[in-house]
């Protein structure tokens, strides 16, 4: 927290330390506070990639604690499972190129949870006006749902229909099959 203080405070002259120390440390808990009532884990991470903070929900689904996650670099959390080329792509491009992106799709064995799905979603936290944003760093946001259940639901459906779908098959054979077995039978009847 020190370094992003020090980054405000050098970014912008003419303003007091005092103001600029006060205006970031409110902007900070506005914005912890905001994080912190969302359901999803969240983690806050700063222009480098590293955790400024995360929320209660990021902590109690990963089992982690905050020593073990803030001022890591995502890629280093856990066993680094977060050091997906793609993740990274995608991650790095949001405070040069002004991006987001929603729906990235993780699966991946986690410690102490297993295997979760996951879908991403990242934005840069920006302000309107240009004089803001020489005050405050640049902050992504990184929010992820575990969708793990709906997709073990999603597959076990799919399972049911197709097996149902084969019994419907099937049947419907099996009766074709009976019902060109009576039209002969009835041809030969006709004959008679």
Known sequence: MKIIKKEVSESVSGIG???????????????????????????????????????????????????????????????GQWNIPELRKLLE???????????????????????KIMILNARQIHTRE???SKLFPPIILLAMEDVTDMMDVAKTLAFHTNQYQTKINERTLKLENHILKLEKEINVLKKK
Not at 32 to 55: R, W
Request: with cysteine; hydrophobic share 40%; charged share 30%.
């Open 130 to 132: 240009e004089t803001a």
């Open 17 to 79: 330390n005092d103001i600029l120390e006060r205006l970031w440390e409110e902007s900070w808990t506005y914005i912890k506070t905001v994080v912190d009532v969302v359901h999803e884990p969240v983690l806050i991470l700063d222009k480098n990639l590293c955790v400024m903070a995360a929320n209660e929900s990021f902590y109690r689904m990963f089992q982690v604690e905050a020593k073990d996650t803030e001022k890591k670099n995502i890629y280093d959390l856990g066993n």
């Open 93 to 115: 491009d949001i405070l040069p190129q002004n991006t987001f992106f929603k729906g990235f799709e993780v699966s991946h064995k986690f410690p102490h949870i297993g295997e």
